[in-house]
């Protein structure tokens, strides 16, 4: 792959007779993701910015991993940062369903007019197969791990392995020589070497489709005029540009914004860095500090100043003005930015802020239950509850390690326990309780020793409130931020 980094703006064009189209496309399947509001933003930013249409689609095509909580949740998260959309699952519109598992037979159909033009076809290789393929292709130094070797099968092998029932997938044709050149909106022209690029899936055995024929059929059908994603997509673009191409469709203006990166420059992820939309929220962060925040992450006012709203933004976008070295997602930076927008706040509308946060009346009547046996004068409530709305102090590294296990030992069980919680959609106290009894017969620990660990990395103290009624008032997102933590001490 080589690129040319320079940049001009006339490669980002918009028609003024076609108001662009744009989206973003989150699978539900787990939190609503920080970088999922970064994206969203300058899609929506955009859009505003020439009368567009900022559209939401849901890429549920995983069923294993979607669930309805992750896809509510990524509502919620969304709105919550203001960044709402025209279109989408919710709202409806004029091209919907918005839904990826509603629109199966589209893809379908699409996968059967390739196969039917001569631009894909049916590959039957079984499993046992794929494995002998990928070990020798391996010791032939060959650049892709399958072979091919159902590319070119004969009409009559086809059907006689159709009639006899035999599960196959959909592969597109890619061109086996030559480059393929793509035009990327921020670094211009990017080329690519065919013999680098595999015979992509399109339609799997089970009639569902993979990601690229799905956000290529949708991105056509809904009228997308402008992608706008994350670069680590661009490696795709050659595939996604070659559908186009099958189809005889013009393909959209590609823009690849560049990545969120934790301090040390990698890409930004949960072990380093809070991810979870729904964190900020609860760790009392203001939507539009943290609009502002990811508005910096790549992109500048034209004269430079870090503190900026939405509108402000508005007024002045262009993509011009985007970095394409990976913006570092600076926590710091991001609680100072807060801090600025909070002390801008009257006193009456800070009070408002506080209890729409965590000092509501709701939230309240869920904590008073976990202290009312343990206070005896009202003053007792706030340290019984720091815990609660502030973050504990981190102890010291042996307070986190039960009697007889070492320091290696209590963060090979930081790992499960941060597993456990990423992955644990019912965050409630009775699921939560049966989850971790079973996490302490996997690591074979006794449950004394296990919630012992818990409980100090989720609140601070060893003698808190019943554990997993604890977990379930501090919150999903609290709890992860706060074992990750924990992880960050305790070294193996």
Known sequence: MSSHPEFDTSRVPVDPERPPRVRIAPSPTGDPHVGTAYIALFNK???ERHGGTFILRIEDTDQTR????????????LRWVGLDWQEGPDVGGPVGPYRQSERLHLYREHAERLVAAGEAYRCFATPEELEEMRRTQKERGAKQPYDRRYRDLPAAE???????????????????????????????????????????????????????????????????????????????????????????WEPPVFVHLPLL????????????????????????????????FLGRMGWSMPDEREKFTYAEMLEHFTFDRMHLGGPIFDLDKLDWLNGLYLRELAPDALLARLRAWLLSDEYLLRVIPLVRERITRLSDFIPKTAWLF???????????????????????????????????????????????????????????????VVRLVATG??????????????????TQARVRQALALVKP
């Open 45 to 47: 930013v955009f859009a």
């Open 66 to 77: 979607s669930t309805p909580e992750s896809e509510a949740a990524i509502f919620r998260a």
């Open 158 to 248: 086809v059907a006689r392995l159709l009639a006899e029932g035999r599960p196959h997938v959909v592969r597109l044709k890619m061109p086996l020589t030559g480059q393929t050149t793509i035009h990327e909106a921020l670094r211009g022209e990017i080329t690519f070497d065919n013999d680098q690029l595999d015979d992509q899936i399109l339609l799997k055995s089970d009639g569902f489709p993979t990601y690229h024929l799905a956000n290529v059929v949708d991105d056509r059908l809904m009228g997308i005029t402008h992608v706008i994603r994350a670069e680590e997509w661009i490696p795709s673009t050659p595939k996604h540009l070659r559908l186009y191409q099958a189809f005889g």
């Open 261 to 292: 990166r934790n301090n040390d420059k990698t890409k930004i992820s949960k072990r380093k860095n809070p991810v979870s939309l729904e964190y900020y929220q609860a760790a009392g962060i203001l939507p539009e500090a943290l609009v502002n």
């Open 390 to 452: 502030g973050e504990p102090t981190p102890l010291p590294v042996e307070s986190y390690l039960p009697k007889g296990k070492t320091a290696a030992e209590t963060h090979e069980a930081l790992l499960a326990i941060a597993d456990l919680v990423d992955k644990h959609a019912s965050w409630q106290a009775a699921p939560l309780e049966a989850a971790f009894r079973a996490l302490c017969e996997t690591l074979a620990w006794k449950p004394k020793d296990l919630f012992s």
């Open 461 to 478: 103290s060893g003698a808190a409130p019943p554990l997993f009624d604890s977990l379930e008032a501090i919150g999903k997102a609290r």
